[in-house]
């Protein structure tokens, strides 16, 4: 009885032995595993954030060129608004010219023909119908002159038309501005 109890023992002996060995080895597996996990989810999160932070690089880039581009527009914008406010000022001034030389020429062909009927009176009928002629181109050039100043008088409302619409889109690329830099 007691040799069964001793082999009995021995054999209990050996039996938590291997179990014992079978129980470090599975943690030891577990272990690597653990380590194996953690290694390659450090190394999908790193990627994840390189990924994620290039992302945020690009649209920023792409922000920071879309407000260039605002200012380039705006900037174009305001030189086409100076150079519209220096076409209407050439246009009034043009404007005042013409109706200058208009009201000149109207009193002129007035002195002309005053002096036409003058010498009208005193003259013989050939040197009445010359000078009645001349009276009618004068007329005529006077009537072109008054047309060349109506003309620029609507040339210049269609520049003041301009200047409006150019302040406008002025004032709508600022804003464009602005929101590209909010």
Do not use: I, P
């Given at each position: ?13 050996e ?14 597996e577990g ?11 450090t190394?999908s ?10 992302d ?16 380039f ?5 305001v030189?086409?608004?100076s ?19 208009a ?8 002195e ?33 002159s ?8 609507f ?16 004032e ?11």
């Amino acid at each position: 009885t007691a040799e069964e109890s001793v082999e009995s023992a021995e054999s209990a002996e050996e039996e938590s032995e291997e179990e014992a060995e079978d129980s470090v080895e599975s943690v030891a597996e577990g272990v690597d595993e653990s380590e194996d996990e953690a290694e390659e989810s450090t190394e999908s999160a790193a990627e994840e954030s390189a990924n994620t932070a290039d992302d945020s690089a690009d649209e920023a880039e792409e922000s920071a060129e879309t407000a260039d581009e605002s200012v380039f527009e705006a900037t174009d914008l305001v030189q086409m608004e100076s150079t519209a406010e220096d076409s209407v000022e050439s246009a009034e001034s043009a404007e005042e010219e013409s109706e200058e030389e208009a009201e000149d020429s109207v009193e002129s062909v007035a002195e002309g023909v005053d002096e036409s009927e003058d010498e009208a009176e005193e003259s013989t009928e050939s040197a009445a119908e010359e000078s009645a002629n001349t009276a009618d181109d004068s007329a005529d050039e006077a009537e072109e002159s008054a047309e060349t100043a109506d003309e620029s008088v609507f040339e210049a409302t269609d520049l003041v038309q301009m200047e409006s619409t150019a302040e406008d889109s002025v004032e709508s690329a600022a804003e464009s501005v602005d929101e590209s830099e909010d």
